[in-house]
């Protein structure tokens, strides 16, 4: 299984930027999928998350009303719409996916259900 991650860089404080996770290397047909991150000094957190088969999503209470999550089944791909952004979301940004039918109704636990990690690709967010 393979997580291929892109869209990071640099953004300024309001701006936006939108993450790619394309997923590879597997057969199953529903699963969770979505996005950590960690920034320095600081424990990975969850950020988002979507199930594959009926799209339904989680945020962290800190993410929501500002990132998007989205999927493109048939391409087995994940994005992550970031607006608003803040100084704080500067962090590297880790796309997960947990094959697990059923996706938890929170972020809290969530990283220890995760079966597959991809790299990381850095977020910040600086004037």
């Known amino acids: 299984v393979q997580l291929q991650a892109s ?18 290397g597997f057969i199953f047909d529903d699963y969770c999928i979505g996005w950590f991150r ?12 979507i199930s594959s088969s009926d799209g339904s999503t989680v945020y962290a209470d800190d993410v929501k009303g500002r990132f998007t999550i989205s999927r493109d089944k048939a391409k087995n791909t994940v994005y992550l719409q970031m607006s608003s952004l803040k100084p704080e979301d500067t962090a ?12 938890p109704k929170t972020m809290t ?12 690709t850095q977020v910040t967010v600086s004037s």
Do not use: F, H, T
């Not at 600081?42 to 950020?47: C, D, F, I, S, T």
């Not at 590297?92 to 059923?102: P, S």
């Not at 990283?111 to 790299?119: I, L, N």
């Open 109 to 120: 636990g969530w990283y220890y259900a995760v079966d597959y990690w991809g790299k990381g």
């Open 38 to 49: 960690q920034a320095p000094g600081k424990e990975r957190e969850g950020v988002s998350l």
């Open 92 to 103: 590297v940004y880790y796309c997960a996916l947990d094959i697990e039918r059923l996706c």
């Open 7 to 24: 869209g990071g860089g640099l953004a300024q404080p309001g701006g936006s930027l939108r993450l790619s996770c394309a997923a590879s």
